[in-house]
């Protein structure tokens, strides 16, 4: 059975800004190489905009291996956006989820093939509300950014984990893998 994996960038103290990571080549190969391994990413509309950056690339790769790969790998994943407000993706890989978020992920994980990965805050929030997310990739940037949203806000449920494995990038960024260990309870 495939597994769903939520794998996401933040700061030191929690913050999901794209803007405030250190990418660079090391972790652009990562996340390529992670892309080139699933069957499909999941995607909330704000993240999946900021992903369409990679678009540009597409048809003006920047001359820097690493960006380029990555966008050849965001480039030939599935992805399925969830949004409200958007009326087409504009992204021929991509399309907009027509069922809830539950739903699709139990239709998914039924299938055989590669695993599912989740890679919008919001979409992990409500995965780990549902107790769907088999594993768990935080890549902490060594950054403290003043300001953006966290990761875990206004989640009241507790979910205890186990470390699996690290990896650490010479840049100072590392990746915790984490497996929920028992189910969710909800803190009132």
């Known amino acids: 059975m495939k597994k769903i994996i939520a794998a996401i960038n933040m700061t030191l103290n929690g913050n999901c800004d794209h803007n405030a990571g ?9 996340y390529a190489d992670l892309l080139n391994t699933a069957e499909v990413i999941l995607y909330g509309r704000i993240t999946y ?4 950056f990679w678009q540009s690339l597409l048809k003006n790769p920047s001359g820097e291996k690493s960006m380029d790969d990555f966008a050849l790998a965001i480039d030939k994943i599935q992805k399925i956006v969830f949004s409200n407000t958007l009326k087409e993706t504009g992204w021929d890989s991509a399309k907009l989820s027509t069922k809830p978020l539950e739903e699709i992920i139990l239709e998914l994980k039924k299938q055989s093939g590669k695993d599912i990965f989740v890679g919008s805050r919001s979409l992990i929030i409500q995965l780990i509300k549902l107790n769907l997310i088999d594993e768990l990739q935080l890549c902490i940037h060594p950054v403290i950014a003043e300001s953006g949203l966290q990761l875990f806000e206004n989640l009241n449920i507790k979910t205890d984990l186990k470390l699996i494995k690290t990896k650490v990038f010479k840049n100072g960024a590392i990746i915790l893998y984490y497996k929920p260990t028992v189910e969710s309870i909800t803190i009132d």
Do not use: R
């Open 49 to 52: 905009q900021l992903m369409q």
């Open 22 to 30: 250190i990418p660079d080549e090391e972790i652009h190969y990562h």
